[in-house]
């Protein structure tokens, strides 16, 4: 089976095709779109090439004799939560962390406002401009710069003066931070 | 302006595919499509972790010989898992027959074991009536 002739296929009907026939050649499929996603995955934890081919492989093997264990929705979050804990658990064991790792594995989405309606979404975004105004500086220019006017990462350094990692870290931060900003709004009106 | 507010609180569903991430690793994405990659990133943590991942390889070029070489040995790997599985299908599969060879035939030999001994304790018509009759004038 060549991979390239199922790309019109979703992941949760392969994987339902995979529940229903237990044929790996699914599987497969399902897998080798997220190699290169895997691939870097592992090495940004592990931050060696070969240990992270290996990574790799490791994760794959995982998820061929697990992946029949548990009804799983939302495949990529899932073997992202896989391939993450794996590093995790390598580096621990190499005493290169300390932390607790979760090894509850998710199988379902990330948190995010999907769930929220049309309506609500359009309510929302009235009191959007007003949360932007209470980020903070470093915050709202960063998230101003990107998402409404479209830089990138490299155009917003540059222009602001930060660096790589500071841009993203102030755009995820401020994105965070106006989500719960717009749920405190929601709270308050009910 | 609604629009890109939007934008910020939606969060993309659009799949990133290997040719993309390539290109936007070898920065040779137009402006627009930059934008729209790094928005995946900051709205999917393992895209983000992916692409930052990727970046720390000496050899971009050497990326895509080493996932093809990933998924030549997923292939192997599921391809011999499927051979194991066959090979324990077949080697049920002799006992299987025998075992449905060996029912016919009990059955064949029971039919006929069953016909022959009903046959044989079958009893001999009698001889009919007028032939008695006429034997018992012969008699008186």
Request: proline fraction near 2%; include cysteine; hydrophobic fraction near 35%.
């Amino acid at each position: 089976m060549k991979p390239d002739r199922f790309n019109h296929i979703s992941d949760q009907v392969l994987l339902e095709n995979y529940y229903k026939d237990h044929n790996n050649e699914w599987l497969g499929i399902l897998l080798q779109r997220y190699t290169m996603l895997l691939l870097g995955v592992c090495m940004k934890y592990l931050k060696n090439e070969e240990e992270a081919k290996d990574g790799v492989q490791q994760v794959f093997l995982k998820v061929i004799g697990e992946v029949g264990k548990y009804k799983i929705e939302y495949f990529k979050s899932w073997v992202y939560m896989v391939a993450k804990n794996h590093c995790l658990m390598k580096l621990r064991d190499k005493g290169k962390i300390t932390t607790e790792i979760n090894d509850r594995i998710i199988a379902t989405p990330d948190e995010t406002d999907e769930t929220s309606t049309h309506v609500e979404k359009e309510m929302l975004l009235t009191q959007m401009a007003s949360a932007l105004q209470q980020l903070n500086s470093e915050q709202q220019l960063c998230v101003t710069l990107f998402y409404l006017e479209k830089k990138s990462y490299q155009e917003v350094a540059e222009q602001t003066g930060y660096s790589l990692l500071q841009v993203k870290s102030h755009i995820q931060n401020g994105k965070r931070n106006l989500k719960i900003m717009l749920e405190r709004i929601k709270q308050n009106e009910r | 302006m609604s629009d890109e507010l939007k934008d910020i609180l939606s969060n993309s569903n659009k799949d990133i595919d290997n040719q993309q991430l390539m290109d936007y690793l070898s920065r040779q994405l137009s402006g627009q499509d930059i934008h729209d990659l790094e928005k995946m990133m900051a709205d999917d943590e393992f895209v983000n972790d992916a692409v930052e991942g990727l970046q720390q390889f000496d050899n971009k070029k050497d990326l895509t010989a080493y996932v093809q070489q990933l998924n030549d040995d997923l292939k192997k790997q599921l391809e011999k898992k499927k051979a194991r599985k066959d090979k324990r299908k077949l080697e049920n599969f002799p006992w299987i027959h025998f075992a449905v060879v060996l029912l016919l035939l009990l059955c064949i030999i029971a039919y006929v074991v069953i016909k022959y001994n009903y046959g044989a304790k079958k009893p001999q018509s009698k001889p009919p009536v007028t032939a008695y009759v006429t034997a018992q004038f012969k008699t008186r």
